[in-house]
């Protein structure tokens, strides 16, 4: 057993030494995974605000500009364009000037003092869809703030319908605290796939396998030097990227770091097992690295990462039941956002043990019958 250990732990070491002995290695452990945070806390957002937005007031009354104040200082719209007439409004939108135009007709204060609908068009460019459908929205949100509040000091009592939404878990629904967490996930995917699937196969083109085969060193002991130290990369940079996810982008961790570890260490066996059978399988780094990448894009999307699992055609939402990822991205986020513990997640975790094991398993045969 002490042989045995000895043996892992020099494996081990030669597999540090290897990894950081080249500092553009280093380099691509550790600073792309940053780089990806940024992007994704600072560029990728599903937040609209500042909505370039032109508004034409044909009634020019106090009820109309009371609501053309309150839909600039909403903050979802950038009042770009103050059109004089409906020909100068569809120009904007025709030019691409402005994606919004909001144009309040006349008599919209003699409507509202005599209880009848008043009549207000938005006008999106549907050609960005998704911006302009949380244009509508947030212009409802608004006209229905706006009308509640009118009418409450007419009739003297309050609404009828007294609407209030609260959203649990993220208050102020940002894009940041959703993304955050599944960056964590995807780069412990990407990063862990890629250096074990290349770490037998550089061992095969450098020509020291053979010196490996003649020693002492049996296929398992062999198996977790290879994967040891990757483990223990993916678990720095985990928490290198939490770190700078709760403490630079404020994205909250209301849950047990210690249970994150642990579900981290479950996810890995899958991870890694999954590296070391694309390592049997590619006879060059090159292969390695193309079977690691044709691996990591189809999980990623199949995760539910940035589309919802459940919009996906049935026979791929059975395919997500494989991705080690889907049940991490669960864990994750549950642990980050809505501080779930082990009652909670069990399954998750039940699941990508179960996975992890079968795929060890498949890649342990493998690689025994490889060596």
Known sequence: MIRSLERIKQIVIKEF??????????FF???????????FGYVVSLDVNNIPTALLDLDRSHESRELSRRLESSGYFTMLQAPVSVEELKGLLDR?????????????????????????QVIVDGTYSNTALIALNYTNMVLARFAQDLARPQ???????????????????????????????????????????????????????EQL??????????????????????????????????FWFDVPIRGSLPLLLVCTAIYLLS????????????????????????????????????????????????????????????IIRGVFLKGSGISVLWPQMAALLALGVVVIALAALRFKKRL
Not at 214 to 227: N, S
């Open 96 to 120: 691409g000037t402005v994606l919004c135009a909001i144009q309040i007709n006349r008599g919209f204060s003699n409507d509202l003092k005599r209880n009848v609908p008043a009549e207000v």
């Open 17 to 26: 030494n290897q990894v950081f002995r080249d500092p553009r290695m280093r």
């Open 271 to 330: 991870v890694l097992g999954t590296g070391l059978f694309i390592s049997t399988i590619a006879k060059t780094q090159q292969q390695a690295l193309m079977a690691a990448m044709f691996f990591n894009m189809p999980a990623i999307l199949l995760s539910g990462f940035a589309f919802p699992i459940e919009n996906m055609p049935m026979l791929f939402q059975y395919v997500t039941y494989l991705n080690p990822l889907r049940y991490f991205l669960i």
């Open 29 to 39: 452990l550790f600073v792309p995974p940053l780089v990806q945070l940024f992007m």
């Open 213 to 246: 085969m003649v020693t002492p060193i049996r296929p398992i002991e062999l198996m977790l030097g290879k994967t040891i130290p990757f483990a223990a990369i993916s678990f720095f940079d985990m928490l290198l990227i939490t770190a700078v996810g709760v």
């Open 155 to 209: 009739a003297g009592t309050a609404a009828v319908v007294d609407l209030r939404v609260n959203a649990w878990y993220n208050p102020g629904l940002k894009s940041r605290n959703y993304y955050v967490p599944g960056v964590i996930a995807s780069i412990i995917l990407l990063i862990s796939l890629m250096l074990t699937s290349m770490a037998v196969v550089r061992e095969r083109e450098a020509g020291t396998m």
